[in-house]
């Protein structure tokens, strides 16, 4: 039977940036799962601490794209279920720091985002930085290493799949972009390169190599510190947010993937870790 991944285990409190009433920084699911992955969920939240007063931002721009990644939490919790998948995801807005980011990079904390300027982002002292980092970026990232440990050591070569959506506009763009689905690499293909053609021979699916951003730079954050220099097999999806945003998209996309990533992760190519 399935291990349940209903049960979810919360990171212990954190001092200064969050108070009791706010979320944990990170939250993990089905901690027990068998298969031979782990989900992470990068921007799974749009929630801000309350000391932070929603960064001085309406509740309508946190609700939007530049928040988080719409619909990404729920296929994970849904691939968690179907895969019998441990997954790891995030607990807080993009905004107030970004945790598939490098830690010198002009948006890991974001003054700007997609036109909006964001008021809680200007000014930041060293403090405010590291307060920010403590709190949020460094639990989340401890959990995932964390949990692939764990796998480890029960002797799994766990494969990490990052879920991640993108919106179908960009204001900053001008353009409507064409990809239902974009799979992100940096070097190791062993996932990458079947998914894509596996998802192409869907036929109904317009798929990026790539796109609309790449894993191999600032944005591969998780994967690239995570994976790459372990050698473990690795992906990030990015999946169209107007294709996944009500829980019943998000659970039909799930599924899709669902069925196309159990005979990849199945390979034998992946049962060992290889630099790339």
């Known amino acids: 039977m399935p291990h349940s991944p209903d049960r979810t285990v919360e990171n212990p409190p954190v001092p200064a940036l969050l108070g009791p ?22 921007h799974a939240s749009n929630s801000v601490p309350r000391r932070l007063a929603n960064l001085g931002l309406p509740e309508s721009e946190l609700a939007r794209h530049i928040g988080w990644d719409i619909g990404a939490a729920d296929v994970t919790r849904e691939l968690a279920r179907l895969l019998d998948a441990p997954a790891v995801l995030s607990g807080y807005s993009r905004l107030v720091v970004d945790v598939n980011r490098l830690l010198d990079h002009p948006t890991l904390i974001p ?14 002292s060293e403090h405010d930085r590291q307060q920010r980092l403590a709190a949020l970026f460094q639990p989340y990232h401890d959990r995932i290493a964390v949990r692939l440990a764990t796998c480890r050591a029960r002797g799994v070569v766990p494969a990490i799949i990052s879920v991640h959506s993108f919106t179908p506009r960009l204001l900053s763009e001008g353009f409507d972009r064409p990809w239902h689905i974009g799979i992100l690499w940096n070097r190791d293909p062993r996932i990458a390169v079947p998914l894509m053609a596996a998802l192409r021979a869907e036929g109904d699916l317009v798929v990026g190599d790539n796109e609309p951003y790449t894993a191999r730079g600032a944005m591969g954050y998780t994967i690239n510190t995570h994976a790459e220099p372990a050698g473990l097999p690795s992906v990030m999806l990015e999946i169209r947010q ?11 996309w799930a599924g899709r993937l669902a069925r196309l990533f159990q005979p990849i992760l199945a390979g034998p190519e992946l049962r060992e870790t290889r630099l790339y």
């Open 21 to 42: 009433d706010d979320p944990p920084a990170v939250t993990e699911l089905n901690p027990d799962g068998a298969a031979p992955a782990l989900l992470v969920c990068d």
């Open 111 to 124: 003054p700007v985002s997609d036109n909006t300027v964001i008021p809680g982002n200007t000014n930041l």
């Open 242 to 252: 107007d294709l996944i945003d009500t829980e019943a998209k998000a659970a039909a």
